[in-house]
């Protein structure tokens, strides 16, 4: 029966949605303006809130390695090692060679001389404070405390290794309050045309999630097996610790905004249905059934719902965008996965809104709405 | 007459003062609680920080070089120390409630059996006292990433930790004995930590002391401090600076002056900041401080525009009770006054009641997220009020205006 009635009224359907919001387009674009608001803050959330986690954790590779593999006791890398781990961290992190030798001074100090690929250590350490990186062959980049000892007046010096003796000037000398002050820093070709010496050390900075690290571990520890694969924990667990905290302290922020803008969507629609009960009285009054009512108001609803999510989607995406170049110098990539459960979770909101207080309405009847009590 | 009229107002349309009261509340709420984390975070997620251990090292003042290969000394002995004495007096620097912990070192070569080994004097959880203050501090604290298989030894025993690795070799296990320098010690657990200690063997700092021949030594000291993000004020050289700046410089947490207040305490001493821990925290700090801030501008102007949309809608409802009025006679300014004392009302009620549940809601997140409340400053009551006020009087006024503008003929009509 229900059917019956409807058809023929489908385009009377239309024109009361189009007609009601055009004429009280004011109270309308209040409200529609109350769901864009509420929609951009989802957006915003929710792409911050997915991107934030990637976003720090390249702040935390800053730390420096995250996985050391270190050779045998008193043994080294061949060539083959070196290439099976570069091969496995490939493109998802940094592999830093490291040999180390015991090296004397014309004087007779010992002083340890590290050899390695400058380019990937200042990429691996982007802590170290550096004056100025070695360009050219036999340059070598010192420590401070290394530096009062073996080059007070930043000259050439010259370095002795089981009787080869190496001539080397000072590019720049460089602090880290750690080991690294009281040591030597040589690229691998001269240090290995010098010493004879392989790599010991690999560092490695890798990215990713903590699943991502711990499979490259498990695979290092198979493609290696004579070496000791490590994770650095200092490194690894003080990043999962606070990833974790700033990650649920996003969550709460983002629920609390998000409830806020709904509780006023809902306040805003509220109000809007309360204001038109005239409406409803006289298409009640005339012969509109309540199911008529509801679906001509959730209709209503649901339109500007979808007009405010868009909108706010489209808003949301900005400032997310904006928050991370503000504060990360790179913008948060839109995603438009957020889209599905802003529109669902607008459509809802609105219809709570609007259905609620319409049922509240329906117990009154329209001659006393219409009297104005 | 105009107080009357204002609390007849309140009183009979309870549905909607409520409401708009609601809005108000929930708005001043999520401002305070949102406010109190974005000033709050930076202290929390420094104290996280901790977990990635010292961020300074305090080291003799000589200019001795460390010859030092993973877990092997080579450095002939001897030189200059810090003396164990000193230790309680960093209790009493300018920044002493910054110090979470500092673990003093002293590493003496062995031979277990009959290989060379590095052994590590230290404090693993050592109650000192300075003045008539007691504190805990050690590498427990310190180091949160070291875990060991068995106990930690009491700082008083002559019982050590086996770096995981050196056990492996020795086959040494936690309860069993180990032996150095022809002297066999009981091993309480096996430590592992992912670097060098996983070599070592860890001692109680008397124990490396009487093994070095060395009382009261300490080779180094490793502070954990909770820092400010270093600037380019940071970086200046305190000498160079005025004194008012001097002040301003010595009174700020940097990690730099932190260190310079440690090598003022400490005879003999040279400090600095491991850089590795130390800028690495102020950048991750300074980004998640800055995404919060942000977040909380975006939460402010979120709930600024909900509680304006919602105060223009409930205002607007109003226009034919605004009819009425003028249509007895209400000048413009007296139905204005009317409308935004009530306004003003509604946001002082929503906005005491929203900053009281706002503390409340900081305190709870702060304890389920850091596990220690996030305080609220009183400070910000009154701004979050004012924000409150500014807000409902924003969104009214457009309503107002128009309503107090309308022919009353029209708005009694509900032609409007």
């Known amino acids: 029966m229900n059917t019956r009635r409807r058809s023929p009224g489908t385009p009377m359907f239309l024109r009361m949605l189009a007609r009601a919001a055009f004429l009280r387009k004011r109270t309308a674009l209040s409200a529609l303006f109350a769901i864009i608001v509420a929609a951009a803050a989802s957006t915003a959330m929710l792409n911050l809130f997915v991107d934030v986690q990637s976003k720090l954790r390249k702040e935390f590779r800053g730390f420096g390695a995250n996985i050391v593999v270190e050779a045998k006791k008193g043994g080294s890398f061949a060539p083959d090692d070196l290439n099976r781990i570069n091969s496995a961290v490939a493109t998802h992190g940094v592999a830093v060679p490291f040999a180390y030798a015991v090296a004397h001074t014309t004087r007779g100090q010992a002083i340890v001389v590290a050899g390695t690929d400058l380019e990937l250590a200042r990429k691996l350490n982007p802590w170290w404070d550096v004056s100025s990186w070695p360009q050219g062959p036999a340059q070598a980049l010192v420590g401070v405390r290394a530096a009062k000892i073996i080059a007070p007046d930043g000259g050439p010096f010259a370095l002795t290794y089981q009787g080869r003796t190496i001539h080397l000037s000072s590019a720049g000398t460089v602090r880290t309050g750690a080991g690294e002050d009281s040591r030597l820093y040589l690229s691998l070709q001269d240090f290995q045309s010098w010493t004879g010496l392989q790599p010991s050390v690999v560092e490695i900075a890798a990215y990713g999630s903590v699943a991502e690290v711990t499979s490259l571990l498990s695979r290092l520890q198979h493609d290696l097996p004579g070496a000791g694969v490590n994770a650095v924990r200092q490194v690894t667990e003080g990043e999962a610790s606070i990833l974790g905290k700033t990650r649920s302290t996003l969550l709460w922020s983002a629920l609390l905004i998000v409830c806020t803008a709904a509780l006023c969507v809902l306040a805003t629609l509220t109000g809007w249905i309360f204001d038109r009960r005239r409406d409803f009285a006289i298409m009640k009054a005339i012969g509109g059934s309540d199911w008529l009512i509801a679906a001509f108001v959730a209709g209503e609803a649901a339109v500007l719902a979808c007009a405010g999510a868009l909108l706010g989607f489209v808003a949301g995406t900005g400032i997310a965008a904006w928050i991370g170049r503000v504060n990360f110098h790179a913008p948060v990539a839109p995603r438009l996965d957020a889209l599905p459960p802003v529109l669902i979770g607008c459509v809802l909101v609105t219809l709570i809104a609007t259905l609620l207080p319409l049922r509240l309405l329906r117990h009154i009847q329209p001659a006393m709405i219409l009297k104005g009590e | ?416």
């Not at chain 2, 298989?149 to 025993?157: I, L, R």
């Not at chain 2, 906005?351 to 706002?358: E, H, K």
């Open chain 2, 1 to 416: 007459m105009f107080v009357r009229l204002v609390y007849e107002s309140v009183r009979r349309q309870t549905r909607r003062k409520l409401l708009m009261a609601t809005a108000v509340t929930l708005g001043a709420a999520v401002a305070t609680a949102m406010i109190a984390i974005a000033t709050d975070i930076g202290d929390k997620i420094s104290h996280e920080l901790r977990a990635y251990g010292a961020n300074l090292v305090v080291t003799p003042a000589d200019d001795s070089l460390d010859v030092q290969i993973g877990s092997v000394d080579l450095k002939p002995r001897g030189g200059a120390y810090l003396s164990e004495a000193d230790l309680p007096k960093i209790k009493g620097i300018f920044w002493r409630n910054n110090i979470t912990g500092f673990t003093p070192e002293l590493s003496v070569n062995v031979k277990v059996g009959s290989a060379d080994a590095t052994l590590v004097g230290t404090y693993f959880a050592k109650t000192l006292k300075y003045g008539n203050q007691e504190f805990t501090t050690g590498a427990r604290k310190t180091f949160p990433w070291w875990k060991v298989n068995g106990a930690w030894p009491a700082d008083d025993s002559n019982q050590l930790l086996v770096g995981e690795r050196l056990a492996a070799e020795g086959g040494t296990k936690s309860g069993g004995k180990i032996q150095i320098n022809e002297t066999a010690y009981p091993v309480a657990g096996i430590v592992s930590s992912g670097s060098s200690e996983d070599e070592e063997i860890i001692a109680p700092l008397s124990v490396a002391q009487k093994l070095a021949g060395q009382p009261g030594a300490v080779g180094k000291l490793f502070v954990s401090a909770v820092t400010k993000p270093e600037d380019a004020f940071a970086r200046r050289n305190p000498d160079s600076l005025t004194p008012a700046d001097r002040d301003r410089w010595y009174c700020s947490p940097y990690p730099q002056s932190i260190a310079f207040q440690l090598q003022e305490v400490i005879p003999n001493s040279h400090a600095e900041q491991i850089r590795q821990v130390a800028q690495n925290e102020g950048n991750v700090l300074s980004r998640i401080e800055g995404l919060m801030l942000l977040i909380t501008l975006a939460a402010l102007f979120t709930s600024g525009l909900a509680v304006s949309a919602a105060m223009a809608t409930a205002m607007f409802e109003r226009r034919q009770e605004i009819g009425l009025m003028k249509a007895l006679g209400a000048g413009q300014f007296a139905l204005s006054a009317i409308f935004i004392t009530e306004s003003v009302l509604l946001a002082c009620v929503g906005g005491l009641v929203g900053f009281a549940g706002g503390a409340l809601l900081a305190r709870k997140l702060g304890q389920t997220i850091f596990g220690s409340a996030i305080a609220v400053e009183p400070v910000l009551l009154p701004l979050i009020l004012a924000i409150a006020i500014l807000v409902t009087f924003a969104g009214s006024a457009t309503a107002i205006r128009r309503a107090v503008k309308y022919d009353p003929v029209h708005a009694l009509k509900g032609e409007a």
